[in-house]
Antibody, heavy 124, light 108 residues
Framework: QVQLQESGPGLVKPSETLSLTCSVSGGSLRTYYWSWIRHPPGKKMEWLGYIYYSGSTTYNPAHRSRVTMSADLSKNQISLRLTSLTAADTAVYYC??????????????????WGHGTTVTVSS | EIVLTQSPGILSLSPGDRATLSCKASEILRNIYLAWYQQKPGQAPRLLIYGTSTRATDIPDRFSGSGSGTDFTLTISSLEPEDFAVYYCQQYFGSPRTFGQGTKVEIK
């Protein structure tokens, strides 16, 4: 079965850039959408955006200016880059897979596979 | 942005009890666009229900989802020890995708 594994630095300094990787095993990136979702302590989970395996992206407008997602088919990995970090970016970061549905038009559906998450703390 | 509000925040029940979890949306959702997830400490969230009422693969039939418009419910008909966890609803109707704040089902 498909498994997702996030990796990256556990601690980053304010104003720096966060880079995370999600490695996909047991399946291909193809035909799916891949998301980054984060869960700050004491707050709601927050969707950061999608990347389709072809490279097209949709970002949460709240973070569009700071977020970049990419996909590497050869490595079966997706990546997240988040710039200008502040303490508010401290969270558990998850990658998750979503399929596509059709209901008169195509839409990106629910998250059917998740990674275990990686904790990121922003502190000097 | 569609805001999802879950209630109660904490549900204290015993094994064998029925659990009813609520998720209210700030605007009407087309009813196929709501999902429920279960999360246990240190584990990945697990998809339980999608399309408001369709159980995901290998999810026991004691889990059921219902609702329409702005009001949605996850029901666990008879709690098993492994069901004590946090449950989240999520909408995939509007962008950005949003989640509820979660309901913790704890052992009484």
């Amino acid at each position: 079965q498909v498994q997702l594994q996030e990796s990256g630095p556990g601690l980053v300094k304010p104003s720096e850039t966060l880079s995370l990787t999600c490695s996909v095993s047991g399946g291909s990136l193809r035909t799916y959408y891949w998301s980054w979702i984060r869960h700050p302590p004491g707050k709601k989970m927050e969707w950061l955006g999608y990347i389709y395996y072809s490279g097209s992206t949709t970002y949460n407008p709240a973070h569009r200016s700071r977020v970049t997602m990419s996909a590497d088919l050869s490595k079966n990995q997706i990546s997240l880059r988040l710039t200008s970090l502040t303490a508010a970016d401290t969270a558990v970061y998850y990658c998750a897979r979503a399929g596509a549905g059709y209901d008169g038009g195509w839409y990106v559906s629910y998250f059917d596979v998740w990674g275990h998450g990686t904790t990121v703390t922003v502190s000097s | 942005e569609i805001v999802l509000t879950q209630s109660p925040g904490i549900l204290s029940l015993s094994p064998g009890d029925r659990a009813t979890l609520s998720c209210k949306a700030s605007e009407i959702l087309r009813n196929i666009y709501l999902a429920w997830y279960q999360q246990k400490p240190g584990q990945a969230p697990r998809l339980l229900i999608y399309g408001t009422s369709t159980r995901a693969t290998d999810i026991p039939d004691r889990f059921s989802g219902s609702g329409s418009g702005t009001d949605f419910t996850l029901t666990i008909s008879s709690l098993e020890p492994e069901d004590f966890a946090v449950y989240y609803c999520q909408q995939y109707f509007g962008s950005p995708r949003t989640f509820g704040q979660g309901t913790k089902v704890e052992i009484k």
